[in-house]
């Protein structure tokens, strides 16, 4: 019984229970399911008002700061472009759900296991390195470290802050490209 209760004990601290602050073991998918992560569920504003200091676009002067632009999930662009709200479901990941016209998309966070989320009581921080690129016989390679934080805040609008990190590797050197950041609220309509 005792061997048991020891396994079970085991399982649940591999599950994703742990405490505030501590990322999950390399060998599992990170979930934002933990008990410590805030329930940001909810919809918002597709557009976020960018805070003081900051741009108004995402990456190019074309794109609005829109949360599945800056949670990095994509929608057909002429969706975000007519759809004013976005349906946030946070269950082990967040699902984008954006709806116009008769139209609906659907797109969930794409976690993998080396990713690193850790979460307080009204934050959850997520960080990403993506890499691009082939095994040419001068392999170029982009590199992308991707933070983000994402803040509920009292009156339920959500604060996310992205950013980015890029650099250019190859077989004799490695380009640094300039850093951006941008953050964002988002008021919630629900």
Known sequence: MRVVVLALAGLLSLSGCQSPGTPLPPTLKPSLAWPE??????????????????????????????????????VPADLAQEAVRVELVHEDTLELVNRFDGAITAHQLDLQP????????????????????????????????ISQELTLEGDGSLLVRTRIMNQSKSAFFSTPVPHEEYSARFRRLD
């Not at 909810?42 to 995402?58: A, I, S, V």
């Not at 960080?127 to 016989?137: D, F, I, Y």
Request: charged residues 30%; glycine residues 10%.
């Open 37 to 74: 992560c805030p329930k940001i569920g909810g919809t918002y504003e597709l557009q976020g008002e960018p805070l003081p200091g900051t741009m108004n676009f995402y990456r190019n002067r074309d794109h609005k700061l829109t949360l599945n632009a800056m949670l990095g999930v994509a």
């Open 114 to 145: 080396e990713d690193r989320v850790t979460c307080d009581h009204n934050r959850i921080r997520i960080h990403r390195t993506r890499s691009e690129g082939g095994v040419a016989e001068e392999p170029l390679r982009n590199i992308s470290d």
